[in-house]
């Protein structure tokens, strides 16, 4: 074992002095090494950000949701134009079914329309509103940075109230106390009752929270009907997340009764899930990945190719050297362990570099998209290195090793 180790200590020695005299070599051989590591580690930071994102924007809206729509939002069997085609629902199916359906915990209408909204010399355009009743806030796990979610009172007496998403507020007051303020939406002045926190997910783009405008559905109603998306989604949360399938079961027997279908019809109605979102998603995600590693793994292919060449030339190179080495009793298995370190040390040091590499540019990248640097994204480094090293440069430390010392010294 002692020896074993001393081999070891010697083989890394002679590595780093072979990389030092070698200084342009070693850094042209490890750019291969460093685009991999690089690659690997951004695809990874840029992927678990995604997925982090968006599991934070699909856990504000709550896990336990249903969503009572016209339209089905991840359904390829249903043609677009038979969706297009269907009845919106309106807001007596929505009264029908909070009547009938028993065991939801909570049921809120939704209905949606883009409009400028302003304060004095500060204005967003095309925000997103979402109009809908005080039992919303039920439905979602949303909290609140100031204020409050508008009433019941508020809410059935259509006032003209409203709720800002983080980033809303924050572009209308970016010096101010939105709270008890008022805004204009479409030159209709709404008071500020509640701000948002921070939700932060970018996967869900306008449809996060943060970018969103609460109002009481009758203000919808009274001053935007004519601008909606026309139909009314039922916002339907179970009580858990073991009752979701009693709960859709329910809501799917409910609103057939409220349509008026008989036994032969077709649901002309969808009950959307998160799982729909999440799954989509993954396979967004998994797309990503297969891409991402097939370009890692082209780039370090490349780059263990150009390491294994320069190992080959470098074993050239000190054919005189190993055979003095095999002369004075070095063993194979030193002669191995001296180019394999040498190789793995060079990728090693490839692998930090683009380890490096990918922080910074991760770094950059968040600034645009959601990136998360995690220790395993170090651990994948290292690995990736050396196991490249200990690969690229088994062969020519092969080669060394099996050299015959009488023919390596007279070599020239």
């Known amino acids: 074992m002692k020896n074993y180790l001393f081999e070891l200590k010697e083989g890394l020695i002679i590595s780093f002095r072979a990389i030092r005299a070698n200084k342009i070599r070693s850094v042209l051989t490890t750019l291969g090494i460093i685009i991999g ?29 249903l969503y009572i ?19 919106n629902i309106q807001m007596e199916d929505f009264e029908k079914f909070k009547d009938l359906a028993k065991l939801p915990l909570a049921v809120a209408p939704t209905l949606m329309t883009r409009q400028t909204i302003s304060q004095e010399g500060n204005k967003v355009e095309f925000t997103l509103i979402t109009g809908t009743n005080a039992d919303y806030v039920k439905t979602t796990n949303l909290n609140f940075e100031d ?35 008022y805004v204009k939406i479409k030159g209709k002045k709404v008071k500020v009752v509640g701000v948002l926190e921070e ?20 203000i919808i109603h009274k001053y935007f009907q004519n601008e909606t998306w026309g139909s009314v989604t039922i916002n339907v949360r179970a009580p858990n997340s073991l009752m979701v399938e009693d709960v859709k079961e329910e809501a799917i027997g409910v609103m057939r009764r409220v349509r008026g279908l008989t036994y032969d019809q077709k649901n002309d109605f969808s ?15 998994g797309v990503i990945q297969i891409a991402g590693y097939f370009i890692t793994g ?27 080495r095999k002369a004075i009793g070095a063993k194979k298995r030193a002669i191995l362990g001296q180019f394999i370190s040498e190789s793995a ?13 990918a922080i910074v540019t991760s770094l950059i990248i968040n600034q645009y998209l959601p990136t998360t640097i995690q220790e395993d994204a170090v651990i994948l480094a290292v690995v990736i290195s050396l196991i490249t090293g200990i690969l690229s440069g088994f062969a020519p430390a ?12 007279r070599y020239e």
């Open 37 to 65: 590591v690089w690659a690997v580690v951004v695809m990874s930071t840029a992927v678990k950000g995604i997925d982090q994102a968006f599991q934070t924007g699909v856990a504000s809206l709550g896990s336990d949701n």
């Open 69 to 87: 729509d016209k339209w089905a939002w991840f359904n390829n069997d249903i043609p677009w134009w038979e969706l297009r085609n269907r009845e």
């Open 147 to 181: 204020g409050r979610f508008f009433s019941q009172l508020e809410s059935d007496g259509a006032r003209a109230v409203c709720v800002l998403g983080y980033t809303v507020a924050n572009q209308l007051f970016p010096m101010g106390y939105p709270i008890g303020q």
């Open 199 to 218: 939700q932060g997910s970018w996967v869900m783009g306008d449809f996060n929270p943060d970018n969103q405008v609460y109002l009481p559905i009758g």
């Open 271 to 285: 009950v959307n899930q998160q799982e729909g979102l999440l799954t989509n998603i993954n396979e967004t995600i």
């Open 298 to 324: 082209l780039s370090l292919f490349v780059g263990a190719i150009g390491i294994m060449n320069i190992m080959f030339v470098s074993v050239k190179e000190r054919t005189k050297e190993i055979g003095i």
């Open 345 to 357: 040390v060079i990728c090693l040091i490839g692998g930090m570099l683009g380890l490096l590499l």
């Open 398 to 409: 092969y080669t060394a090793a099996k050299m015959d010392p009488v023919e390596a010294l």
